[in-house]
Structures are given as C-alpha cells and as structure tokens.
C-alpha cells in the first residue's frame, strides 16, 4: 500500500522503498525487513533536510520496527495499525509502544484498544481513523459517477477474513448482485464512485479505510455494526450517512432494500460524501495530523473518550500482561467465530464486561451461570479450576490470579481436561491436542502450498485429503482452484460439486463458485504476484524475481512483476561494492522499469521511479518527460512537480521549469524547496526567475 501524503515535503522509508534522491534531497530511503536503528537513517539525511517529525507506521506483522527513535530530534509519533488480528497482535503493539518514548501514539483503526495503551502507561494516545488514506481529492472527485450501477461494491481480500466470507456467500445464495473485486490501489475510488452501495464487512471491528474509501466514492455505506468504541457512529449518524446490517439476514434483508430504494440509498451516500468533503479533504487530514503533532490539539471529530469514561483497570496493577493475553486470544476468536461466550469469574466480571464492550459479538457471562456450549475461555481464579463447572467444559482457560510457582500445579490439574499452556508465564491454557483430523491437516498444508505457489505440492496433499476422508471439503476447494489454474472448467465444476457435497455450509464453496465467473482466470499469476511481494518485503531478492517471472509467464500483460524486479535489483545495487556489478545492475533496473511503465502507462509510480533511474545517467529529457506525465496522472504529489522542474532546468528550459515551480508554490506555498529551486532558476534565468517569485503567469 502506498504510504499517505502527510506533508508537501516527505521521505518515504521501509523495506518496499529504493533510496532515491533529486538534487540532493531524499525522496525516499530504503531500510531492513524488522527491527532497525533509527540512526541508520538519520545520518544520511542532510541538514537542510532534517523532518520536522518522524512518523513510524507500525502494523501487528512488525514488518518495520523503528528502534532508537530519539536519534532524530524532533517529535516522533507512532502510527499504531491492525491490532485487530493475529495472536498477539493488541499485546504486541502496547509493549511496542510503551518501548520506546514517543510524543504521540496514534492508533488508526481501532479506537476500542486506546484503554488498553492508557493501562500500560502510554502518554498521548490518539486517534485519527483512516489517515493512512492515500487517495488525493482530485482522484475522489473524478470517481465520482452520475449514473451508478446497482451493486454492492467491495474491494479487498476474502482469504483469512472468515466473516466476510461467510457475508459474502449468504448474498451470493440470495442472488444480490455482488461486486467483490481485488484491484490496485488507484482504482479502488472509481469501483465504489460508480456504485450505487458499498459493502463494508471489518475484519475484526476494526473502522477500516473502507469505511473512508466508500463514503469517497459517494456509495451508500453498508457496514457491519461496530462496537460503540470504535468511533464510527461518533463520525456517520445511522440511517443518515451509513446503514449497520447486524448478521448475515440483516444483511441480505437490507441490501435488498436499499438495491430496490435507490433513490434513499443515493441520499445516504451523498450525505457520507458531504461528510467527507467538510472533515476529510487532504488538506484537512494534514491539518489534523499537523495541529496533533505540534500542538496536540485533536480535530472535534476525532476527539478521543475522557479516560474516565473508557478506563479498563486491572486489580493490584500487575494483571496487565495477562489481561493483554487472554484479550488477544478473545480478539483472534472473534475474527474467527461469529459469536464469542467468555465465562467470568465474580472477581474479574468488571474489567471483562468492559472489555467485551470493545468487541460487538463477545458475550460474557457469569462463571457459575448456566450455559448450553461450553465457553469459548473461562477466567477463573486457582481456586476456582476444579468446582467451577464453566472452568472444566472451557475451551481454553486462563486462571488470573496465578503466580509462576503455581504453573507446575496447574498444568497437572488441567492435563485430564486436555488442556495445555498456551503461555505457561501467563497461566494460559488451550487445547493439548490438535483438533484436527490427518485428512483436515492435509487440506490445511494443500491451501498453504498453493498460496506459496507450489503446485505441485499443493496438489498431492489435497488428493491426500479427500482420499483419507471423502467429506473433506476443504480439500476438493484446493482441487477445484488448481482445475482453474489448469483452465480445465469440467474438473471445476465437479471438484466444487464434490466439495458441496461434502460440506453444505461451507461459504468457501459459494465464494470459489462465484469467484470463478466474476473474476478473470488464471488466479495463479496474482498469487505469484502476492509471494514476489511478499519476498521483497522480506528482502529476499531472488526469491521475489522468481515469482515475479512466474507471473509474466502466466500473464505477460502484467506490468507489476516488471516493476517487482526492478525494485529487486535497485535494492541488490545498494549493497554491491563493486562498480561495475552495481551499474549493470542499475541497467537492469531501467530496463525493467521502461518495461513497466509500456505495460501499464498510467501508474505515475513506475514512471517516477523510471524517471530518477533516467535522471541518475543524466538523461535529463527523459527524465523531464516521465516526471511530466507523473504531473499529468496524478498533480496532487509536491515531487512530482519539483522533479519535473528539476529535470526541465537541467536541460536549459527555464520557462517550463518556471512553470512546475509556480504550480508547486500555489498549491504548497510552505514548501522549503520552492525558494531553493527558484534560486536556481534565477542562475538559469533571470526573467523566469522573477516570473517564478512574483507568481505571474510564465
């Protein structure tokens, strides 16, 4: 994802990057996969480019991991992201952010979590939803479509979002036109801009940029119910800016009105849209984001609760650590499971009814309360293990008020229960043996090999699968997605039977079936492309130029793996002493960048990127003829301009580059490079120069 433009000026910095500099000035820098010393970058950035603030935008992958953040001076604010999914994801990122001394925390999309930084003693928590929004108000304005098609439009992914897919399927069965698709970034505004409703289904309550990229496009938002600390009926007034749908039949119920209504769903987006222009503009999030940073006063509409009002405390101060645990093994159930039952102890009901707010389906219950399903965890004291009866039937347990000495006990008694330490330091416990059967493991391991693009592998296990158990859907799926790679329709259409079968209400099946006549074939040269990324994230350069080819091969109308490459080998000339090896390195990178942008001449980030490796050789025209077309795609990027004035007056056209410079001072009039380059160009020329400081017309 691109990174959001919080300022006219900004060096763009993680592992995705390829250090490029203009003249001097950083445009963006490359950094390790993980953990790294923010030193490492500071000293490389010039005195008259030293930040004004340095923003770490942290998710729960820890994909980067600034360290040693004081090595820059100046305020330093961690954007806090994803909290909402993995097993540690929420105790993971408060220990992250009570590490290191930051000036603000903003958390992103999950408001609900700020107690939880606040218990841990983190200063300056605030909340800014959707500010990683990348899209300029030029590109939501042109979305924008007079007539929009009936459908129910999203944008994203479906793999490990098991609601979704469970969403997904019931308005597949109910024959609702669904408009699901995977695009690139740039493309998502026109999707939901030419649709008459906009389908939200948050991961895990999480108030995602979805929300923010469909009430852009002017569709109706139709969003799950989110907890009420999440914020999201803080910003949209129900029934006037968005609808909530609470299950999957209120889901279909509602969606059927509104497709058969338009006229009130028009009315609904268009006032999600008036809310987007009067709170939402770039140059409003940057002011939100500016007045955070230097003054901490936070904009009316993100105003965070009083600590009063949302405190979550933990009994004799040291319960913190186990708190953060077991809520984070609640937090992955719930992305999980439709509804989550946590049975309570009398102790811990406060904190935990407090906690279940934070999330709309966790019910908790009294520990002694009578119950049909055993609870999905039990919080039980010591001594409530072996007479409470919730305590014995619980799925996982985590007894609160245990002391290390007392792990080696506990882990005895529950053995017999067929429960396990989970993390035995936290007197956590879960199921000691695999729930899965032989036949279900292979069907898991089948899908996992062919989201890594092994084939072959995938195929084998999953013919394992559905051998050891004729009633394992999950494997005929894996079967039917390879009979797609194959393009062989008949197979397809009776491995999805064979899985139907199997299973009835396996929503996977619904959604391969429809995905299959909604979605261009072959699906393999996008999972390639998904592993290339991956690997250049990780900074496994060989690993990501493989796949990157193995989707060419599949698709040779991609423009991505061109692009994939290039970045592969720009990264491998950083490191590669020896000149020779580094230019022909760099050669390969224009090469694969020229590639890129034949293949896909709209992306003003392959043309960029094409743009610095040219100017790098001194090609300044055709330098100057990429940066102007970036102008032309996308004229809302300060580099953009600078670059396209740079390069012009490097080939002596002062009046073109007197041109670049005066549209980048009327739109970024604080920007410190306009009196850089005008200087420059008063060397160049004199009459343009003044032209350029006077803001006449050249």
């Known amino acids: 994802m691109a990174p959001p433009r919080l300022a006219a000026e900004q060096i763009n910095a993680g592992p995705f990057f390829v250090s490029r500099q203009i003249d001097g000035r950083w445009i963006s820098k490359s950094t390790p996969y993980g953990a790294f010393d923010l030193a490492e970058i500071a000293r490389d950035i010039p005195s008259d480019q030293q930040p004004d603030v340095v923003v770490c935008h942290v998710d729960c992958g820890f994909g980067i991991k600034p360290r040693n953040i004081r090595a820059f001076h ?116 026109a999707h939901y801009g030419e649709s008459l409703i906009g389908l939200n289904a948050s991961m895990n309550g999480d108030l995602n940029l979805r929300v923010f990229e469909t009430i852009a496009g002017g569709a109706m938002l139709l969003t799950d119910r989110l907890a009420p600390g999440s914020g999201l009926d803080d910003l949209l007034r129900e029934g006037v800016a968005k609808v909530s749908y609470e299950s999957a039949e209120d889901l279909v119920e509602k969606a059927r009105h509104f497709l058969a209504h338009p006229d009130e769903a028009r009315a609904i987006g268009e006032a999600g849209r008036r809310w987007f222009e009067e709170n939402f503009s770039l140059a409003r999030r940057q002011a939100a984001f500016a007045e955070l940073v230097f003054s901490g006063q936070e904009q009316a509409a993100f105003a965070t609760p009083s600590a009063a009002s949302t405190s979550i405390t933990f009994p004799g101060g040291t319960q913190l650590d186990g708190v953060l645990v077991a809520y984070d093994v609640v937090n992955e159930l719930h992305r999980q499971q439709e509804h989550v039952l946590v049975a309570v102890d009398e102790a811990q009901r406060p904190t935990w009814d407090a906690i279940a707010a934070t999330l709309p389906r966790v019910r908790v219950v009294a520990l002694d309360a009578q119950q049909q399903i055993a609870p999905d965890l039990a919080i039980v004291s010591t001594k409530g293990i072996t007479t409470e009866a919730a ?104 491995m999805v039977a064979s899985a139907r079968r199997a299973q009835p209400d396996n929503p996977r099946v619904a959604l391969l079936e429809w995905s299959a006549r909604a979605m261009p074939w072959p699906w393999i040269s996008h999972r390639y492309l998904t592993i ?132 980048a001072a009327s739109r970024w009039p604080d920007d410190s490079r306009i009196r850089d380059w005008a200087s420059a160009l008063c060397t160049s020329d004199a009459s343009a120069c003044s032209a350029a400081l006077n803001g006449d017309t050249v």
């Open 74 to 189: 100046c305020p330093v604010v961690l954007f806090a992201a994803d909290s909402h999914w993995g097993e540690r994801a929420l105790s993971e990122m408060v220990r992250y952010a009570a590490s290191e001394p930051f000036d603000r925390v903003v958390v992103l999309y999950d408001r609900h979590h700020i107690p939880f930084y606040r218990a841990a003693g983190v200063r300056n928590v605030h909340w800014i939803p959707g500010l990683t929004f990348v899209h300029g108000d030029e590109r939501a304005r042109t979305a924008l479509q007079d007539t929009r098609r009936a459908q129910l439009a999203l944008v994203g992914k479906a793999g490990y979002h098991f609601r979704r897919q469970r969403l997904f399927a019931a308005l597949i069965e109910a024959k609702l036109p669904l408009a699901w698709k995977e695009v690139r970034q740039s493309e998502v505004l």
């Open 532 to 663: 290339a990324w991956k690997a250049t994230e990780m900074l496994d350069f060989a690993a990501a130029q493989h796949y990157a080819n193995l989707a060419l091969r599949t698709d040779s109308a991609l423009a991505e793996p061109h692009f994939i490459c290039a970045i592969a080998v720009a990264r491998l000339a950083e490191r590669e002493p020896r000149t020779d090896v580094r230019d022909e390195l760099l050669q390969k990178e224009r090469a694969f960048l020229e590639a890129a942008v034949a293949a896909d001449a709209r992306r003003a980030d392959f043309r960029f990127a094409l743009g610095c490796a040219y100017r790098r050789t001194e090609d300044f025209s055709l330098a100057a003829e990429q940066f102007a077309q970036c102008v032309e795609i996308e004229n809302d990027n300060a580099d953009f301009w600078f670059a396209a004035g740079e390069a012009c007056l490097r080939i002596g056209n002062a009046e073109r580059a007197s041109a670049y410079f005066q549209g």
């Open 391 to 494: 305590a014995t039937s619980a799925r996982r347990l985590w007894c609160w008020d245990a002391s290390p000495s007392d792990i080696a006990t506990l882990q005895l008694r529950l053995a017999p229960m067929g429960l396990a330490p989970r993390q035995a330091s936290q007197a956590l416990f879960g199921p000691s043996k695999k729930s899965a059967s032989p036949a279900d493991e292979l069907a898991n391991e089948a899908k996992k090999y062919l989201d890594a693009g092994d084939v072959q592998g995938a195929l084998l296990r999953a013919k394992n699968a559905v051998t050891q158990n004729p009633r394992q859907s999950d494997g005929y799926l894996v079967l039917a997605e390879l009979a797609i790679e194959a393009k062989n329709e008949a197979l397809f259409q009776k």
